[in-house]
């Protein structure tokens, strides 16, 4: 097969990616991975071909510039009461202006959908692997079979099946207006499946899927980063507990938000631990203090560092959370207000494999409590080990491949 992967321009939706991808070409198939030109270095890090389309973009200086209101009133999504909802509905509409509006701030991808056309009909696609609506309407306009990698949550199918149940065909539905009009310049017309996609691969253990009733295929979500050598450092045995602070990709890229997690830092001096803060400067508020025993990181792989902690703090990215689940890491989770954060903490909660807390409680005092907790209570290494069955019962990448071929294939013969 011909598959082209066609993620959002977000730097942890590339990464979501790449272990399905590199199944996909170890079983000896094509990949693209289409992407504007300032992600490409991002793609070949992972040892896959990037394909450039559109022009660069900036999505932090887009999002900063944006009017919330303006994005707000792009589309007629609606949901299904949750308290994030306008949340997700804000994430999802300004993408939606990107693709389809006339952009945002200046930004625009608009012309990524051409590129993507044209490539996927001269190239002849077999599979559109789409990370947002564009990449249904290229699999649509080039006849190739379209399923979506779900980035978390699937609020999205969620949303586009409470809004049509809702709403008389085709009333306020200004997403699909919008993505009607792209599809009418190829001569293609719409179906909901161009939203929606034949069917989702979904990295969410079971308890965490949402029943929208839309077709998924389940597939683990495999720890993976941006190779690198690791620093002396991290090669040296830790003398005291290592605990590892991140907020993630998103949070330095797409959204450059700050996070109550940092507050830990506060508390990070009193404890007799080390602490490994995977921080850029432009994420810490220019008054904070750096304790003597908290060692600031640009960048670190993950997947290097994981192994070598007692427990990680973060905002509740999915790639943080599943790459801790594999060296049974406890995490103490300050949900971020992006997609699903919330819930990825509340999960792990239940489970006992963490603790979440609200960005109001999340105290020093609060910190600490809770880290020692993690640290000395036996009740976290039962709940960890949950969580790791849970994620163990997910097919990986490569036993999917197989399934993948056949739902193509069938479609195919059809």
């Not at 932090?60 to 994030?84: F, K, N, Q």
Request: hydrophobic share 45%.
């Amino acid at each position: 097969m011909r598959v082209l992967f066609t993620p959002a321009p977000i730097s942890a939706h590339i990464t979501l990616v790449a272990p399905l991808a590199w199944a996909l070409q170890t079983a000896g198939h094509e990949v693209r991975v289409a992407v504007p030109p300032n992600f490409t270095g991002q793609v070949t890090d992972f040892g896959l071909t990037p394909l450039p389309v559109g022009e660069s973009i900036d999505l932090m200086a887009a999002a900063g510039t944006s009017d919330p209101a303006e994005i707000a009133a792009l589309t007629g999504l609606h949901s299904d009461g949750t308290p994030r909802a306008e949340t997700i509905r804000f994430r999802t509409t300004w993408l939606s202006a990107l693709y389809f509006g006339s952009g945002l701030a200046g930004a625009s991808l608009r012309g990524s959908i051409d590129d993507l056309v044209a490539f996927a009909r001269s190239w002849r696609a077999d599979l559109v692997i789409s990370g947002f609506f564009h990449g249904g309407v290229v699999a649509r306009a080039s006849g190739a079979a379209h399923f979506r990698m779900l980035t978390g949550l699937d609020h999205i199918g969620r949303m586009r099946t409470e809004f049509l149940r809702q709403q008389p065909a085709g009333a306020g539905d200004d997403l699909r207006r919008m993505v009607e009009e792209t599809l009418q310049k190829f001569g293609c017309t719409y179906t909901e499946e161009v939203l929606t996609g034949e069917w989702a691969l979904d990295p969410m253990p079971q308890a965490l899927r949402l029943p929208d009733g839309l077709p998924a295929v389940p597939v683990r979500q495999i720890p993976v980063n941006r190779p690198d050598v690791p620093p002396a450092w991290l090669l040296e045995p830790a003398l005291r507990p290592r605990v590892c602070l991140t907020l993630g990709l998103s949070g330095r890229e797409a959204y450059g938000e700050n996070s109550a997690a940092l507050n830990f830092l506060a508390a990070a001096g009193s404890l007799d631990i080390e602490v490994v803060a995977t921080l850029t400067a432009a994420q810490l508020p220019p008054d904070v203090t750096v304790p003597g025993n908290v060692r600031l990181v640009d960048f670190v792989p993950l997947d290097q560092l994981l192994p070598t902690c007692a427990a990680v703090i973060h905002h509740g990215g999915i790639l943080t959370a599943f790459a801790a689940l594999p060296h049974k890491v406890p995490q103490i989770i300050v949900p971020a207000a992006v997609w699903d954060e919330s819930e990825v903490a509340r999960y792990l909660h239940r489970l006992g494999a963490g603790v979440a807390l609200e960005p109001e409680e999340a105290t020093p005092e609060r910190f600490a409590q809770v880290l020692q907790q993690a640290l000395r209570e036996g009740r976290f290494t039962q709940g960890v080990e949950r969580a790791h069955r849970d994620l163990l019962a997910m097919p990986t990448p490569n036993e999917v491949v197989p399934a993948l071929e056949r739902l193509v294939a069938r479609r195919e013969t059809r």
